[in-house]
RNA sequence: CCCCUCGUAGUUCAAUGGAUCAGAACUGCGGACUUCUAAGCCGCUAAUGUAGGUUCGAUUCCUACCGAGGGGACCA
């Protein structure tokens, strides 16, 4: 048994002894803040004194004397206003952190999600359009979430749900149409797109001219019109690949707005007759009013879906495609109100689909300068964003030990942007500072990618002295030892509440604590105590590289 | 006017209701090392929007106010 499972019990027995039932896993028992006190505390003699109508210390003690025998813990000691402070044995420690060295890229996984079937939707850019700094948001987060999906056992499935139709498709072609440049020039699309958005306007002839290229994409009816947007589709679909490429994204499906609008307008057509959606205005909606949200249109007076309705449709053609247990859709937080409308409406709809339906919405990257818009112009694109950490970090790269060194360059370009998205909580805007951005120092992803290296040369070196890592259970354990036993318990917490940014805190507390250990310690010092040590980097590195997978960010051995 | 988010050092972020230190990083100033990667290490200064409430204990929960962002039927 483990320590958390023997401690739990070993307190509800003996809070039961005292007069107070619990069952053990009600049982606060959390990691301490500070490592002087020990590995584990519970506030159980806080919460039960009252009760029990005994002073929290003297509770305490009695607890305290009850669990002294629990697995792995070596002591068990009452501190402050009563808390139990629990240290594991060095023993126990070491026997983890063993087998963890042995798990190499398992280390830190989980089976607790085996046999469960999970989707993501992300990204979720739109053809003819930029691929901008939100999209990267969005991406990094949604891969994120994947990656401790399936590190939790389950089977995981990546969606990418894309605008292929709509009217900024028609603003684009327009633009297209007037400045004559090909549809298979992925910048030539963006200026089209800009000029187009501008000139749609209210009052402006060109409003109609859009309106009706929209009508013939749809329609197909125009030959000049659809070979631009065969061309022009494929195109973008295409330079986005590219940029999953780099991001180390590989989506599983793809929907298109071209599918889910039709299928969604079935959909919500056939619950007019049993009341859900009704009739208004010359709209088909949905009264969120009933449910204390507000009405929202699904079908327009024309007839055409909204975003409600295709998100609809998505959700089953998702489920028809892939027989999943939970659907996480992630997007910008700007449409929360719109989803909670639309878990409203799936409720009736389809609600064993919307039961198992969990939105994850972060906050807007937003520039010092003001908010983005393609329509102005005022966008950073993802590759640029890219491009120009790149060439910030090829500088450092040409002094490297790596042997691709635009590689490099680029996997610090990525592993910079995606930690900068990933080290906060989710939901609060994201402030973007370029020169932040640019820095690779201090609390960043190059951070933990010199880290990783460092550790990763360790053991090169190690191998080269012919030194075999060993944990002697006879060494006082380190802060970094303690820290690193706790890796599988964080990203079981991470993928519980969908919250990366506990990983790469984690991470970097790791990271913080090893280049300490690093700084005052020789590591290989020919002594016998190098074995230990070695196996004490070795795990680092594991914990490191495994914890930058769960990020999405490259773990190059050397750079 | 209504609904939803969110207000923490100069800046960007932490803190599953907890522990007489609310942690980091950036910026500034100052250090150490003829050692395995100095993108590193060590030190100093600095913060919970305001007023109440619940609790043994509040940055966290509740109420009001102030401030920022998003939404309030045919774009997402």
Not at 23 to 33: G, K, M, Q, Y
Not at 122 to 128: I, K, M, Q, S
Not at 314 to 335: A, P, R, W
Not at 362 to 373: D, F, I, T, Y
């Amino acid at each position: 048994m483990d320590p958390v499972s023997s401690i739990r019990e070993r307190l509800a027995q003996a809070l039961a002894g005292a007069g107070s039932s619990v069952v053990p896993e009600d049982i606060v028992l959390e990691h301490t803040a500070d490592l002087s006190h020990g590995d584990y505390a519970s506030n159980v003699a806080l919460v039960y004194a009252k009760q029990l109508g005994k002073n929290p210390r003297e509770l305490a003690e009695q607890l305290a004397a009850a669990v002294r025998d629990a697995e792995g813990v070596a002591s068990v000691e009452v501190a402050g206003p009563g808390f139990i402070n629990f240290t594991l044995s060095p023993e126990y420690l070491y026997e983890m952190l063993e087998i963890g060295r042995k798990h190499g890229e398992k280390w830190g996984s989980g089976v607790g999600l085996k046999g469960k079937k999970v989707i993501v939707e992300y990204t979720d850019p739109n053809p003819f359009k930029e691929f901008h700094i939100g999209h990267l948001v969005t991406n990094a987060i949604g891969e994120s979430i994947s990656r401790l999906f399936a590190f939790s056992g389950a089977t995981v499935k990546r969606a990418n749900y894309q605008g292929d139709v709509g009217r900024h498709v028609a603003r684009a072609i327009w633009g297209l149409l007037q400045s004559g440049e090909s549809a298979k020039d992925v910048k030539a699309l963006g200026r089209a797109y800009a000029a187009g958005a501008a000139a749609d306007v209210d009052g402006s002839p060109v409003k109609e001219e859009i309106t009706a290229i929209n009508k013939k994409v749809y329609e197909r009816s125009d030959k000049a019109i659809t070979k631009l947007y065969d061309e022009g589709r494929k195109t973008s679909l295409a330079h986005f690949e590219e940029l999953y490429d780099i991001l180390g994204t590989k989506f599983d499906y793809y929907f298109f707005e071209s599918e889910t609008g039709p299928f969604g307008k079935q959909v919500v057509e056939k619950h007019v007759a049993d009341g859900v959606f009704k009739e208004s205005e010359g709209a088909i909606v949905y009264d969120g009013e009933k449910k204390g949200l507000h009405t929202r249109v699904f079908l327009n007076s024309e007839g055409l879906p909204t975003y409600e309705a295709k998100e609809l449709g998505l959700s089953k053609m998702k489920y028809d495609t892939f027989k999943y247990d939970t659907s996480v859709i992630v997007t910008g937080n700007e449409i929360n109100e719109y989803f909670k409308v639309l878990l409203a409406a799936m409720s009736e709809v389809f609600p064993e689909l919307a039961a198992k339906t969990r939105h994850v919405s972060h906050g807007m990257m937003r520039l010092q300068e003001g908010k983005m818009s393609s329509r102005t112009g005022n966008v950073v694109t993802g590759e640029s964003l890219i491009e120009d950490l790149a060439d910030v970090a090829k500088a450092r790269a040409a002094e490297s030990r790596a042997r691709d060194k635009e590689k490099l360059a680029q996997d610090i370009a990525v592993a910079a942007i995606k930690f900068q998205i990933l080290k906060g909580a989710m939901g609060k805007d994201i402030v973007f500072n370029r020169e932040q951005a640019l820095s690779i120092e201090g609390d960043s992803g190059p951070y933990l990618q010199y880290t990783h290296a460092r550790c990763h040369a360790i053991m090169e070196k190690a191998k080269e002295a012919k030194v075999k890592g060993k944990f002697d259970a006879g060494a006082p354990p380190s802060d970094l030892t303690r820290l690193v036993y706790r890796f599988y318990e964080t990203v079981v917490r991470a993928q519980e509440q969908l919250e990366p940014h506990i990983v790469a805190n984690y991470l970097i507390m790791i990271a913080s604590a090893f280049n300490s250990w690093y700084a005052k310690e020789q590591i290989l010092d020919g002594t016998p105590a190098a074995a230990h040590k070695v196996a004490v980097a070795d795990i680092t590195r594991l914990t490191l590289k495994n914890g930058l997978w769960l990020l999405g960010i490259p773990a190059p051995e050397k750079v």
